[in-house]
């Protein structure tokens, strides 16, 4: 029976990887010379593109394909850096949890954006999708750092200290006492997350790094051409990028209070 403390991750896991899929399939308008840099109407909101595409369709298709692409990213980073941050806090100040302290210090020193960006040089063409993985390989410790600390702050308290006194095997330790513990400092991680890699994603897409040619930063770049001509594309792309970026924005603040309200109930719930 799944643990009560697990459910509402799992229907998060579960929408995420809908929206991760159904962005996957997702695919922008063709191009319609025909109708090309038409200035908004009841036809075309928010005006075409120059190459003819509805601007609409066009930042709506880009907006759900970043957002899958930044789940994905997300969900990555999460898996590999909770289970980074769970062995090094079970062999704390030992050589393993040594060297991902110094690996995850260098990671932090040099940065997603700089290392992606070194990418750029060896694989300028590489799929968004495998881009996610590699961020997800060099962002880890953003995760592993706050999970490693939660670990060893729960381990030292009295009933995980009991459970390991009777024998309870380690796994089991972290996946019934340790981990549940943790879930509701992880949630506004997973959404702070989630909304710099939808900044980090329109960031490299500006400088032309990925198979771009569908995300929000290519189309910033390419507007800037267009900006005295059809300054409508340029307006629509930035308005969709800032939309993806506040709607990040409001999910952090969200967590933040169902956060606080997770700790005052814990003290309540301690002090009665």
């Known amino acids: 029976m799944i643990r009560r403390e697990y459910m509402a991750w799992l229907i998060g896991v579960v929408v995420a990887a809908i929206l991760i899929v159904g962005s996957a399939g997702v695919v ?9 840099s ?29 957002a899958g692409e ?3 990213a997300t ?3 999460v898996v ?29 020193c040099a940065g997603p954006f700089l290392l992606a960006a070194c990418l750029a040089s060896v694989a300028p063409r590489i799929n968004s999708w495998k881009l996610a993985v590699f961020l ?15 670990a060893l702050a729960i381990s030292r308290m009295a009933y995980v200290e009991a459970a390991r006194a009777v024998g309870v095997k380690p796994l089991r330790l972290a996946l019934n006492h340790v981990l549940p513990a943790m879930l509701d400092r992880l949630a506004p991680l ?29 189309m910033l ?27 990040s924005a409001g999910m952090i603040w969200m967590f933040k209070k169902l956060h606080a309200q997770f700790v005052s109930a814990d003290l309540e719930r301690n002090r009665l």
Not at 28 to 36: F, I, L, S
Not at 202 to 215: C, D, H, K, N, R
Not at 225 to 244: H, N, Q
Request: proline share 6%.
């Open 190 to 218: 997973c959404f702070g997350l989630f909304g710099g890699f939808v900044a980090l994603y329109g960031a490299l897409g500006f400088i032309g790094v990925g198979v771009t040619e569908q995300g929000l930063g290519f």
């Open 221 to 247: 770049f390419d507007a800037q051409s267009f900006i005295r001509s059809v300054p409508w594309y340029w307006m629509s792309c930035f308005g969709a990028f800032l939309s993806l970026l506040l709607f």
């Open 136 to 150: 997800a390989l060099v962002a880890w410790p953003n995760v592993s750092t706050v999970v490693r600390s939660e």
């Open 75 to 77: 969900t990555l980073t």
């Open 38 to 66: 038409l200035s908004p109407s009841a036809a075309h909101v928010l005006g075409t593109a120059p190459d003819g595409r509805d601007m609409l369709l066009l930042c709506v298709t880009a907006m759900i394909r970043a």
């Open 80 to 108: 590999i850096g909770l289970a980074i941050g769970m062995i090094a806090a079970t062999f704390a100040g030992r050589p393993a949890d040594k060297v991902q302290g110094v690996i995850a210090k260098l990671l932090d």
């Open 70 to 72: 930044s789940l994905w």
């Open 28 to 36: 922008p308008p063709p191009p319609n010379t025909q109708q090309a």
